[in-house]
């Protein structure tokens, strides 16, 4: 039996872990809260509290790569309200971890973001150029593993995520003066970032970059206003610009590579 772990269970490696002990998968997972263990052991998923520090790992991080095969690092940047840490510095002591188990597979879960504020298409053969802390620190923690030649590293870089919960018109809804309206979305919907990183592992899709981004990118004017429709929210409001500019991410890989067929729509 294969065995797998998913470093950071939350909104998108629950469902993934879950989806592995479905299909009689043996997986680890971890979380950085107490309260969750209980949770991941009622799904059969073997919990590990485990926190990562820019100065060190908390938790048992060498029995939680104990026997595994292949794992998915599903841990983001937090750099958001103020929070200013070295994730690179986190990501060299997961490596330094890594290298001190047996693992050599690892899926590593990224964002395009790292591609920074660019117009028109970016494949995954476009240099990234990031603008953000997180983007930037993003792109040197792949390098972290893809420059292993003694690990097999596929990196998937993800659109914006939607799915249940979670969806930026929440948030948008209600809005007014809102700009760059004619500027396209890059977004992915759970039930595919699940099975893009089940292909990566099912199909031996190693030492790739994959750009996990549905391949339809209407305007975010255009898609929002539908988005708010289709919930009875208000309605987003978009001031006037002629301005068509943003980046479109092409799963390249994905779809003349690997001919893979999207599951879910936007």
């Not at 065995?3 to 939350?10: A, D, N, P, R, Y």
């Not at 879950?18 to 799904?43: C, M, P, Q, R, Y």
């Not at 309200?81 to 899926?107: F, M, P, Q, R």
Request: proline share 5%; charged share 25%; with cysteine.
């Amino acid at each position: 039996m294969t065995k797998i772990g998913v470093l950071g269970c939350g909104w998108l490696g629950l469902p993934l872990a879950k989806s592995f002990v479905a299909d009689g998968f043996f997986v680890h997972g971890s979380t950085t809260s107490e309260e969750k263990i209980a949770i991941l052991k009622k799904e059969g998923i073997v919990p590990f509290l485990i926190t990562f520090h820019e100065y060190g790992i908390e938790g048992d991080i060498s029995d939680f790569f104990k026997t595994l095969e292949v794992l998915v690092v599903n841990i983001p940047p937090k750099l958001r309200n103020g929070n200013n840490e070295n994730y690179v510095k986190k990501i060299k002591l997961l490596h330094e971890a890594v290298k001190k188990s047996t693992l050599d597979k690892i899926i590593f879960i990224s964002s395009i973001s790292v591609y920074g504020a660019v117009d028109g298409k970016v494949t995954e053969e476009s240099i990234p150029h990031p603008t953000t802390a997180s983007g930037k620190q993003l792109l040197a923690a792949e390098k972290i593993f893809l420059d292993d030649q003694n690990l097999q590293t596929t990196v998937i870089r993800f659109g914006g995520l939607i799915g249940p919960d979670r969806h930026p018109i929440t948030t948008l809804s209600g809005r007014e003066n809102l700009s760059n309206g004619n500027a396209p979305v890059n977004l992915i919907h759970l039930n595919d970032c699940i099975q893009i990183i089940r292909s990566v592992f099912e199909n031996s899709w190693w030492n790739e970059v994959i750009n996990g981004v549905h391949p339809d990118h209407p305007s975010k004017q255009e898609y929002y206003t539908e988005a708010a429709k289709k919930r009875n929210l208000q309605i987003p409001d978009y001031k006037e610009d002629t301005n068509k500019k943003g980046k479109i991410v092409v799963p390249k890989v994905l779809l003349i590579v690997k001919n893979y067929k999207f599951t879910t729509t936007l």
